[in-house]
T-cell receptor
């Protein structure tokens, strides 16, 4: 079955620390991968997405993710977090011909000032 | 101002009652989706519709029903058969006519349903 898993349930960081959130997928064939973020009280919004091409994808707010096909991974990174990065982060995937998204369980990130 | 609206923001219902959650979009998107969000479980797909008058079950459709009579609207009914309906419900839409490189689902603000 197609699925996406996230390694961390809750991550607590101090401002200026680096962030890396793990995401693994199990899809046969070509896959589309996404990271969404849900800030407190706000809509779920797209951070970045990978469809093809350069495996290092840059998104909004200084986030980036690297698609590593051999490891079935799509980890999210940010070199220096801010208090405003406190949010819940979701990894999601879909096969290229089936646009139903499968979401990971989410990672709550808390950044302490 | 384009986007997806969901109403109401908070909804309370008594056990045994059906309740309908509204989702409207003015993005001219053909495809619409309903997800349920529970703590520690991410989002799970309930129903989706690729085009007007057509919809398919997602991963957890039992106890739910939908209709898609208009392109702009995709209401979700939570029936009394749904055993654990208290959750946060998210609606999304997508334009399947775009190329895969721009394919993205856009989400509404959500409705929090509490069964008393």
């Amino acid at each position: 079955a197609q699925s996406v898993s996230q390694h961390n349930h809750h991550v607590i960081l101090s401002e200026a620390a680096s962030l890396e959130l793990g995401c693994n997928y199990s899809y046969g064939g070509t896959v589309n991968l996404f990271w969404y973020v849900q800030y407190p009280g706000q809509h779920l919004q797209l951070l970045l997405k990978y469809f093809s091409g350069d495996p290092l994808v840059k998104g909004i707010k200084g986030f980036e993710a690297e698609f590593i096909k051999s490891k079935f991974s799509f980890n999210l990174r940010k070199p220096s977090v801010q208090w405003s990065d406190t949010a819940e982060y979701f990894c999601a995937g879909s096969s290229i011909n089936d646009y139903k998204l499968s979401f990971g369980a989410g990672t709550t990130v808390t950044v302490r000032a | 101002d384009g986007g997806i609206t969901q109403s109401p923001k908070y909804l309370f219902r008594k056990e045994g009652q059906n309740v309908t959650l509204s989702c409207e979009q003015n993005l001219n998107h053909d495809a619409m989706y309903w997800y349920r969000q529970d703590p520690g479980q991410g989002l799970r797909l309930i129903y989706y519709s690729q085009i007007v008058n057509d919809f398919q079950k997602g991963d957890i459709a039992e106890g739910y029903s939908v209709s898609r009579e208009k392109k702009e609207s995709f209401p979700l009914t939570v029936t009394s058969a749904q055993k654990n309906p208290t959750a946060f419900y998210l609606c999304a839409s997508r334009d399947p006519r775009t190329s895969s490189s721009t394919d993205t689902q856009y989400f509404g603000p959500g409705t929090r349903l509490t069964v008393l």
